[in-house]
C-alpha cells in the first residue's frame, strides 16, 4: 500500500517537472497531455484503482501550477476548462485501456500457467509412474495455480473429514475424488472453473490407465497360470501315469490268484514298486517345491558353509557319484545347505544323465572376491544357443531329448539359487558337453588379530 501510494506521487511529481521543464518552448495548454505518463505507468502496475486518483490529482496538478490564475484551483478561460476536460477524459480512457490490458495479460499469464501444469501433470501421470505416488506432487503443483496454501487430491469417494475446504472433482457426471484446500483459501473463480475439470479429466484417465494395467497383469498372469497347468497336465499325463501304471500292474499281478510267482519273481515286482514309488514321490517333491519357488515360500534358512563341504555331502548319496570328479576348495558362503545341496545334485544329476555311462562329470570350484563359483561340466551333446535360457523352463525337455525326466530339475536349482542370492546358468560350446554353473555370494571372513 506504501508503496503504490508513494508510487502515484512520484509520478505525478515527475509529471508535473517535466510540464514545468517544456514550459518555455510549448504552449502551457498542450502540454496537459504529458501526465498521461504518470496515468499510463500506474494503470499498467496497479491497475485502474490507483490509475483514476492519479488522473484525477494530475488534473489537480496542472489546474494549480500551470493554469491561469496559478496557484488555485479556479480557471479563467473557457478553452482551459475544456482542455482540462479533454484531458481528464483522455487520462480516464487511457487507464481504463491499460487496466484492461494488464489484466489480460495477467490472465494470459495464469492460463499459461494452467496450461504448462496441466502438460507436466499428463506427462507424469501417463509416464508410468503409479497413480498414488504422483498425487502429493499433483497438490502442491495445484495449490501454486490456485493461489492457495496447500491442496491436496484424494482419489474416490471422499473419505476425509476436517476442517478443510472439499471442491469435487467431477468429469461430466462422473467423480474422479476430491481436491482438499484451506477452509479460508478463496481461489479464483474462473480458474477453478478452467483447471479442475482439466485436472480431472487427466486423474480420470490415469486412473482408468491403472485399472487397465492391473487387469492386463491378472490376465497375464491367469495366462501363464493356464500354461503352467496346461504344461504340469501333459506332465501328468506322462510322468505321472508311467510309475502309476508300474505299481498297479506289478500290485496286481502280486495279488492274483491264478499266477504263480517264485521268489525272484517277487522280489523283481516289489523292486518295480519301491523304483515307481520313489519316482513318483520325487516327481511330486518337484512339483511342491516349484509351486513354492513360483508362491516366493521358499524362504532360505541360512547357515554358514565351506562350499566345497556343501558339494560333497550333495554328491555323495546320488547314484553315480563314483563318476563324479571334485576338484577346487570353496570359499565360506552364507546359504541355506539343505536347497544349495539340492541344487548342486539337480545340476549333477543332469549332468550324468546326458553323459555316457562309462564317463565322468567334472565339479570344478573357483572363487572371485564377491562370488564362489561351482561348474558342472558333463560330456554329453551339448546345448545349442538357443536352449541355454530354455533349459531352465519348467517342464521343458529339449527337442531332441528322450530321456525321463519332468524337466523340473533345472528350474527349481534356478529358484533355490535365486532364493539364496545366487544364480544359475548354462554354458556349452559345439561338440564338447555343457556346463551348468552356480554362484553363490562369498562371506567376508574377519582377519585374525595379532596375538
Do not use: C
Not at 488522473?55 to 482540462?84: I, V
Not at 487511457?94 to 490490458?101: D, H, K, N, T
Not at 503352467?228 to 502309476?244: G, Q, Y
Not at 515307481?276 to 512339483?287: N, P, W, Y
Request: hydrophobic letters at 45%.
Amino acid at each position: 500500500m506504501a508503496v503504490k501510494l508513494a508510487g502515484s506521487i512520484a509520478a505525478v511529481t515527475l509529471a508535473t517537472l517535466l510540464v514545468w521543464a517544456l514550459k518555455p518552448f510549448a504552449p502551457t495548454v498542450s502540454l496537459g497531455v504529458l501526465y498521461i505518463f504518470a496515468v499510463l505507468p500506474v494503470a499498467v502496475a496497479w491497475g485502474i484503482a490507483w490509475s483514476l486518483p492519479v488522473a484525477l490529482a494530475s488534473m489537480l496538478a496542472f489546474n494549480f501550477f500551470f493554469l491561469p490564475p496559478t496557484h488555485t484551483f479556479t480557471l479563467r478561460d473557457s478553452e482551459n476548462w475544456f482542455a482540462l476536460a479533454v484531458y481528464s477524459v483522455t487520462a480516464v480512457v487511457v487507464s481504463e485501456l491499460a487496466g484492461r490490458s494488464r489484466r489480460r495479460a495477467a490472465d494470459a499469464e495464469q492460463r499459461e500457467r494452467e496450461a504448462s501444469l496441466l502438460a507436466q501433470i499428463a506427462g507424469h501421470l501417463l509416464g508410468g509412474q503409479p497413480l498414488e505416488a504422483e498425487l502429493g506432487w499433483v497438490g502442491q503443483q495445484t495449490a501454486e495455480v490456485l493461489g492457495t496454501e496447500r491442496a491436496e487430491v484424494e482419489l474416490g469417494p471422499r473419505r476425509r473429514r476436517g476442517a478443510d475446504a472439499p471442491i469435487p472433482l467431477e468429469v461430466d457426471t462422473r467423480s474422479v475424488g476430491t481436491l482438499h484446500v484451506p477452509s479460508d483459501a478463496d481461489p479464483n473463480l474462473g480458474v477453478r472453473n478452467r483447471f479442475l475439470p482439466a485436472l480431472a479429466a487427466l486423474l480420470a484417465v490415469a486412473s482408468d490407465r491403472s485399472r487397465l494395467e492391473q487387469e492386463a497383469l491378472e490376465a497375464e498372469a491367469l495366462r501363464r497360470s493356464d500354461l503352467v497347468k496346461t504344461a504340469l497336465l501333459r506332465a501328468v499325463s506322462h510322468d505321472l501315469r508311467s510309475p502309476l501304471t508300474g505299481i498297479t500292474t506289478a500290485i496286481g499281478a502280486l495279488r492274483s490268484n491264478t499266477l504263480v510267482f517264485s521268489e525272484e519273481d517277487r522280489q523283481v515286482l516289489l523292486d518295480t514298486i519301491a523304483v515307481d514309488a520313489e519316482r513318483l514321490g520325487r516327481l511330486v517333491g518337484d512339483l511342491l517345491d516349484l509351486s513354492r519357488l513360483e508362491a516366493g515360500g521358499a524362504e532360505p534358512d541360512a547357515e554358514v558353509w565351506a562350499l566345497d563341504d556343501l558339494v560333497r555331502e550333495a554328491v555323495r548319496d546320488l547314484p553315480g557319484g563314483d563318476r563324479v570328479d571334485l576338484a577346487g576348495e570353496g570359499p565360506l558362503v552364507n546359504v541355506d545347505p539343505v536347497q544349495i545341496q539340492r541344487v548342486i545334485a539337480n545340476l549333477v544329476e543332469n549332468a550324468l544323465k546326458f553323459s555316457p555311462p562309462s564317463a565322468h562329470v567334472h565339479v570344478r570350484i573357483t572363487a572371485t572376491r564377491q562370488e564362489a563359483i561351482v561348474r558342472v561340466v558333463d560330456q554329453g551333446p551339448g546345448l545349442d544357443a538357443g536352449e541355454l535360457e530354455r533349459v531352465f523352463e519348467p517342464f521343458y525337455r529339449g527337442g531332441s531329448n528322450q530321456r525321463s525326466g519332468a524337466g523340473l530339475g533345472l528350474a527349481i536349482a534356478r529358484g533355490f539359487a535365486a532364493a539364496n542370492g545366487g544364480r544359475v546358468w548354462a554354458e556349452s560350446r559345439p561338440s564338447q558337453g555343457a556346463t551348468f554353473a552356480l554362484a553363490l555370494p562369498v562371506v567376508e571372513v574377519p582377519a585374525e588379530l595379532p596375538a
